[in-house]
């Protein structure tokens, strides 16, 4: 708890440690010295609402900057041409901050495609009249392999994707669980809720997790998040979309990757809205009615009725005998779920490793549900035929036919 309260001055003291750099700015009148400390990408990148057509990539610097993207094919050498650049934009002006979020489109389904993220730091910022800059920055695509995201692709055959939840900031235990990841061989990977227990700062979530899961695979193979009760807490909970957008701009979407068609829900809080630990600043109740709503379109939609396998993800479980929020779950979503040839729901939150049969309590749904326990991976790949689940001793296999 004390590293909690600490960690802000930490970081505070962190950014005095960086070399200052001295940059004299001629203009066309005179020049000016400024002395500002040199930037560094302290997290990132990372993928997020990579689809068939589109995909977003995110990275943080430690000062302001203006950022963008360079893509290339795969079979191309990156400097070969002249590359498109992608900025983030807000109202029709580029963006200039430490939270860079670039969305790039018109791309092809199940293509690889090469990327380079370009950080410009804003060395003075003087408004209207003029902004000063540093020397851009790139990731490098020259001694090392550059970075590389493929689109989702709803042709093929498989898909396969690691499970993560409830890892309550053990950075370390999760950085060993997800060596594998590295290695490849993984569509995706699914963080199903609470990797953290709040989010005070921004900070909190580099630190517990993130910056690890870039070092290891985050800049090449995306990551899909379902949020989780933890993650609504704490002072930065607002950033959460900023960190992971998703493509309804919502913290429940959907996803088809191979055979599968992917529906991502957010259960909310676990408690009533009144309760006091939530300080009056719960409204989850009604979030789940409009989430209700959104998802009965979902089911009626001929993406979800045509696909040849149904997932649904979320972070708890539907039970009719828990709390407020696993009881609503099972009052909202399982009725609308049932009968709609749900292939699995996967979830978290209860800490220990479950399997409920399709037609067993505690959720009334016709359709099992995998449960994978705190602080360790799970393994699913996915057929027309059946589901795989690889979780150590709570590992199945689910026949379709």
């Not at 979309?241 to 529906?263: Q, W």
């Amino acid at each position: 708890m004390l590293l909690k309260r600490i960690a802000p001055v930490l970081l505070f003291l962190g950014m005095l440690a960086l070399p200052l750099q001295a940059k004299t700015v001629r203009t066309e009148n005179d020049s000016i010295r400024i002395v500002a400390p040199e930037m560094q990408v302290t997290c990132g990148p990372w993928l997020s609402a990579v689809g068939e057509k589109e995909f977003t990539v995110c990275w943080i610097t430690s000062t302001d900057a203006a950022g963008w993207v360079e893509i290339a094919p795969d079979d191309e050498n990156f400097y070969a041409r002249e590359r498109k650049r992608y900025y983030q934009t807000f109202q029709g002006r580029c963006t200039i901050g430490k939270l860079h979020r670039i969305r790039i489109t018109g791309l092809e389904k199940g293509t690889t495609y090469r990327y380079c993220i370009f950080s410009e730091q804003v060395l003075k910022n003087e408004g209207n009249r003029r902004i000063f800059y540093a020397t851009p920055v790139e990731s490098s695509v020259f001694r090392q392999n550059p970075y590389k995201v493929t689109t989702l692709d709803p042709d093929k055959a498989n898909c396969k994707f690691a499970v993560f939840n409830d890892m309550h900031e053990r950075d370390s235990i999760f950085r060993a669980q997800a060596k594998p990841v590295a290695g490849g061989g993984y569509d995706f990977v699914l963080f199903n809720g609470d990797m953290t227990s709040q989010i005070e700062s921004v900070y909190d979530i580099e630190t517990n997790y993130l910056r690890s899961a870039c070092n290891l695979f985050a800049g090449n193979i995306p990551i899909f998040f379902a949020r989780g009760n933890h993650e609504n807490r704490g002072a930065a909970s607002y950033e959460f979309l900023n960190l992971f957008p998703t493509s309804t701009g919502n913290t429940y979407y959907t996803f088809r990757e191979g055979p599968a068609f992917f529906v991502v829900l957010d259960g909310g809080e676990d408690k009533p809205d009144s309760n006091i630990h939530y300080y009056g600043l719960s409204c989850y109740d009604s979030f789940r009615e409009d989430e209700a709503d959104w998802l009965k379109t979902i089911v009626s939609s001929k993406e979800y009725i045509n696909a040849p396998v149904r997932i649904v993800i979320i972070h708890m479980p539907p039970n009719a005998n828990g709390w407020r929020g696993v009881r609503e779950i099972e009052r909202l979503f399982v009725p609308i779920l049932n009968g709609t040839d749900v292939a699995l729901m996967i979830c978290g939150h209860t800490h220990r490793p479950e399997f409920h049969k399709a037609g067993t309590k505690p959720g009334n749904c016709d359709f099992p549900i995998f449960v994978n326990t705190l602080r360790s991976r799970a393994d699913i790949e996915i057929t027309a035929d059946s589901i795989t689940i690889s979780a150590g001793k709570n590992s199945h296999v689910i026949s379709l036919n």
